[in-house]
C-alpha cells in the first residue's frame, strides 16, 4: 500500500514537472504570446484516461506554470 503510494506521487511529480517544461518551452520561443498560440503541454491532457495521477500532476504543472510564466 506504501508504495502505491509513493509510485502515485512519483508520477504526478514527473508529469507536473514535464508540463511545466513543456510550457516554459513554447515560453521561451515566443509561440505562447500571439494570436495564434502553439501548447505542446495541452497534449498531456488525455492522461487522466490512462492514470488517475495526471489529475494531480496537471493540476500542480498548470498551476504553476501559469505563476512562472505570469
Not at 514535464?18 to 504570446?33: D, E, K, Q, S
Amino acid at each position: 500500500m506504501k508504495n502505491k503510494n509513493i509510485q502515485y506521487i512519483t508520477q504526478a511529480g514527473i508529469i507536473a514537472a514535464l508540463y511545466i517544461v513543456l510550457t516554459l518551452m513554447a515560453n521561451a520561443f515566443g509561440l505562447a504570446n500571439y494570436a495564434v498560440q502553439v501548447r505542446f503541454s495541452e497534449a498531456l491532457t488525455i492522461l487522466p484516461y490512462f492514470t488517475g495521477a495526471a489529475v494531480p500532476g496537471l493540476f500542480v504543472g498548470c498551476l504553476l506554470s501559469n505563476i512562472i510564466t505570469g
